[in-house]
């Protein structure tokens, strides 16, 4: 059996020791020297012998390479102009700096000059929230730090997701709750109702998913709960209007460490009490089910989902097949429900098409020469004015020539069908860039144009160095215009501590008729050569309209 019961002096000897164990890049000081609790959890075990399954934050936060220093906040870093591109860094920053990766981003949708961000943050262990009332011109940072309730302890947080909720005039924060030396893992979501100037607190974090048993005191140390992301149905006239959905990836570990299955999942809620969050209940459904004994492969081994609502309430979760024990793809699959998440489709449809998409044959998602991870993270944009969605991932189908490329495809019937593979990372006459492009996502404005970014090394010759992207629709996602919107290019070898090896898995991108919201992560400003410490920030560059 899977599950191991925790007593409440258990517990209670569990807080101390949770207080003595650094989240590894959390900048946090031990309280006490009590020795590191055993055995090694599983999810542990699984990061150890398995790299590239689990999330880059939760690989981070496995790596015994990276413990940071105590650090204390400071001013937000300069804006870099070239024309009419004004990149703005949107972070406040520590001494010495240390990384924010990994973006969401989210405006109100009665006054859109004001958006809220949210980024891992290495200074606070958990995530970095930016929030601007001004379209973008200046930003301000709060830090939330992730509680585990069961032992009132500090926990590693990350993979941030933002929403704004039209119902509740309110913004929600996702993200992990998790400890590099015990099994508990919870995803959390914060709610703030003063456009992110404050939060819930830590320990009145509402739990979207928990393997710990409140009731009992029990831990099932056979579950991670990875990689969440969440929507609001914002459509009044939706017969759901209002819910909160939380889709995230549950890792099925067994005593090796290894993962028989890794399927997608659902919480959703109609209520978060701004009061005590803590106390939401929330409704669980399986997109994809359980298999036993599946070792790791087949439909139920997912990874990175991403929800949307459609105008009429239909909820839609596009996510990729992957090995739950390697980083390696299989494909992209697309599930609906028409009931709010009670249920959906009977199978999954299948987005790629055959000879349309080539995983990254590298094992560990390495894109030479550089030491970064770029796992494929999709994107899924749908335009309320039109209805068309439109599916964006990073594709080495090319990859001889123009190495990894960007493809989208297209769906005007709700999802059920896909339009062939096009390339939408391209260069002179249409054809793919050269070098590597990674980490893209899209949105689309009220008045149906898309949007989309990406990171790009098409101009360095050695691609090495990146840049952030931009691509534009005004044919509901046909065709594309596409140019650069960052005015330096990085290093990332510079970007993390003194390995380089993860500058965020993912970016994102918020955009109205007002003010569109491009979120990435910058390492321009690193000051690895002062401190010893590579690190990245969070830029954008917002266009106002």
Known sequence: MGRTRTAAAAILLAAGLLATIPAV?????????????????????????????????????????????????????????????????????????????????????????????????????????????DGGRTWRTTRI??????????????????????RDHAFYVAQLCFFRTLPFSEVHIHKSVDNGATWTPGRQAARAATNFDYANGTVDDTIFNDKEYITVDNNPTSPHYGRLYVSYTKFHLLPDGSSDYCPIQLASTDNVPTANPALTVFQHTQVVPDNPGGNGLGESANQFSVPVVQRNGTLDI???????????????????????????????????????????????????PTAFRAPNTLSVAYSQTTGTLVFLYQNNVNRAVSKADISYQRSTDGGLTWS?????????????????????????????????????????PANRDIDTWQAESTSDGRSWKSFRI?????????????????????????????????????????????TGIGETDIFTNVERR
């Open 25 to 133: 890049t959390s900048g946090q000081v031990p309280t006490s020297h009590v020795p590191t609790p055993k055995p090694t959890p599983r999810w542990l075990l699984h990061a150890q012998r398995h790299p590239g399954s689990l999330s880059g934050t939760v690989q981070a936060q496995a790596r015994p390479d990276v413990a940071a220093p105590r650090t204390r906040a400071g001013a937000a870093g300069p804006a870099g102009t070239i024309g009419r591109l004004r990149n703005v860094q949107m972070n406040d920053d520590s001494n010495p700096p240390l990384p924010q990766n990994e973006t969401s981003v989210a405006y109100n949708v009665f006054n859109p000059l004001i958006a809220v961000a949210a980024s891992n943050d290495y200074v606070s262990g958990g995530v970095a929230v930016m929030r601007t009332r």
């Open 318 to 368: 596009g996510y990729i097949l992957e090995d739950c024990n390697s980083s390696l793809d299989f494909g992209f699959r697309f599930q609906k429900s028409r009931d709010g998440g009670a249920t959906f489709l009977p199978s999954p449809v299948h987005v790629d098409k055959p000879g349309q998409f080539v995983d990254n044959p590298d094992p560990g998602d390495l894109l030479p």
């Open 486 to 530: 960052s005015t330096r290019s990085w290093n990332p070898d510079l970007g993390f501590f003194s390995s380089g090896a993860f500058i965020g898995d993912y970016n994102g991108l918020a955009a109205s008729t007002t003010a569109v919201y491009p979120v990435w992560t910058d390492g321009r400003n690193s000051a690895i050569e002062r």
């Open 420 to 460: 062939d593979a096009k390339f939408l990372s391209v260069g002179p006459g249409g054809r793919p860039a050269r070098n590597d492009q990674f980490f893209p996502w899209a949105a689309a404005d009220q008045k149906g144009k898309f949007y989309a970014i990406w990171f790009d090394r098409r101009l360095d």
């Open 145 to 166: 730090t992730s509680v585990f309730a069961g032992t009132t302890d500090t926990c590693s947080g990350g993979d941030p997701a933002v929403a704004y909720s039209r």
